[in-house]
């Protein structure tokens, strides 16, 4: 094989096998996509978006399914905090401002602990969130979830997301 068809050969196997591209992938409100560092990362969500399935959240739940979790979103920015009560199971807690970009991480919430879970860092000169994830503990970490990640989700204003859906 000559040179350049080996060239154009291994362009085409690379371009088959590469990770997909957050913009190739379309929206739907049962998932949450975040572009990662190693690409775009998935989680099944349910959606908690009025007062009362907001108040329910996850509580009593004695499982979550890794790659799932539920999906808070509030109709304005707000300052928000969580708390575990009658949430028997461990969580990271991923706020998000209204581009749907990452802004604070609390891994591994403790079950049925009161303690207020503020949804921004000390400092934070814009502490209102508009969406937030609730994973099983430990799940932002292995999937690589970090602060300053953009999520990709129907719900986000379109104009305003850091990753509008494709």
Same mark, same amino acid.
């Given at each position: ?51 009362? $399935?907001?108040?329910? /959240?996850?509580?009593? %739940?004695?499982? @979550? =399914?890794? #790659?799932?979790? *539920? ?62 994830? $609730?994973?099983?503990? /430990?799940?932002?970490? %292995?999937?690589? @979830? =970090?602060? #300053?990640?953009? *999520? ?15």
């Amino acid at each position: 094989m000559s040179p350049n068809r080996a060239a154009v050969a291994f362009l085409v196997l690379s371009a088959a096998f590469a990770a997909p591209c957050v913009a190739d992938i379309l929206c739907s409100p049962d998932q949450a996509i975040f572009q990662t560092d190693g690409g775009p990362v998935a989680f099944q969500v349910e959606l908690a978006d009025d007062e009362a $399935e907001r108040a329910q /959240g996850l509580m009593y %739940r004695r499982t @979550l =399914a890794q #790659g799932s979790g *539920m999906l808070f979103i509030y109709d304005t920015p707000r300052a928000v905090s969580f708390w575990m009560r009658n949430t028997y199971i461990p969580l990271d807690l991923v706020f998000l401002d209204q581009a749907g970009v990452i802004r604070h991480i609390h891994p591994n919430a403790v079950p049925l602990d009161e303690t207020p879970i503020p949804g921004a860092a000390p400092g934070d000169p814009d502490p209102d969130r508009q969406m937030i994830l $609730e994973i099983g503990g /430990g799940e932002a970490a %292995r999937m690589g @979830l =970090a602060v #300053g990640q953009p *999520m990709a989700h129907p719900r986000l204003h379109q104009d305003l997301a850091a990753l509008p859906c494709g």
